[in-house]
């Protein structure tokens, strides 16, 4: 079983639709909890960091579940430009690199 | 531009030859990552500093690999007699104190043909 697992997709939707994305992970002990965005053959890009109480930035929603250790991302009213592959990132605790462990990514099509 | 730098931007390389490429953290950053990523993967971890000292290495990072960080600032990745399994993106990322997460550079895409 992987550490960090998710949807590959890819996932196809029209502009405007909401669309969600969950990814599980299997270290109870983990610590920090992220989003990142990556436009094909670009470096990721933080998107948000997740928070047991969740937490929201604009069009986008992140929630996570501790006690089914899975972390969940909403998009609303997709836009083109949110095509890109969605990264999970799952981090222990201390600041080495062993820790971070990040998901294989889950691919969005956003069509007009 | 107080972004994370990466140079060269792309390499072809013929097998069996060594190549090195270069990062530039953002300069208050003191944690410096390197990361390969294949094709339709996510990052994979390499190894990591703080300052100057290299504090991890995956095993990822054979014996062929080699990662550099003398005076704390910019760091170097070396590969040895380059083989064709080690074609990919190699990712530098940088944190600070606070380690909110990581600044990844635009990378270093390797093709060894």
């Known amino acids: 079983r992987k550490e960090v697992e998710q949807d590959p997709g890819p996932f196809n939707v029209p502009e405007g639709a909401t669309v969600a994305f969950n990814c599980t992970y299997s270290?109870?002990?983990?610590?920090?909890f992220f989003w990142y965005r990556q436009d094909c053959r670009k470096e990721p890009k933080l998107l948000m960091s997740?928070?047991?109480s969740g937490n929201e930035d604009g069009r986008f929603t992140a929630q996570l579940n501790r006690a089914s250790q899975y972390i969940s991302l909403l998009i609303r009213d997709s836009k083109l430009s949110d095509s890109a592959t969605y990264l999970c990132?799952?981090?222990?605790?201390?600041?080495?690199?062993?820790?971070?462990?990040f998901g294989a990514g889950t691919r969005l099509f956003v069509k007009a | 531009d107080t972004g994370v730098s990466q140079d060269p931007r792309h390499k072809i390389t013929k097998r069996g030859q060594n190549v090195t490429f270069r990062c530039d953290p953002i300069?208050?950053?003191?944690?410096l990552y390197w990361y390969r990523q294949t094709l339709g993967q996510g990052p994979e971890f390499l190894t990591y500093f703080q300052n100057e000292a290299q504090l991890e290495k995956s095993r990822l990072l054979s014996d062929r690999f080699s990662a550099e960080r003398p005076k704390g600032s910019f760091s170097t990745l070396e590969i040895q007699r380059t083989e064709q399994g080690d074609s990919a993106m190699y990712l530098c990322?940088?944190?600070?104190?606070?380690?909110?997460?990581?600044?990844f550079g635009s990378g270093t895409r390797l093709t060894v043909v």
């Open positions: 997740v928070y047991s």
């Open positions: 270290n109870s002990a983990s610590q920090s």
């Open positions: 300069s208050e950053h003191n944690r």
């Open positions: 990132v799952v981090r222990g605790e201390g600041t080495g690199g062993f820790k971070t462990i």
């Open positions: 990322a940088s944190t600070g104190q606070s380690q909110y997460g990581y600044t």
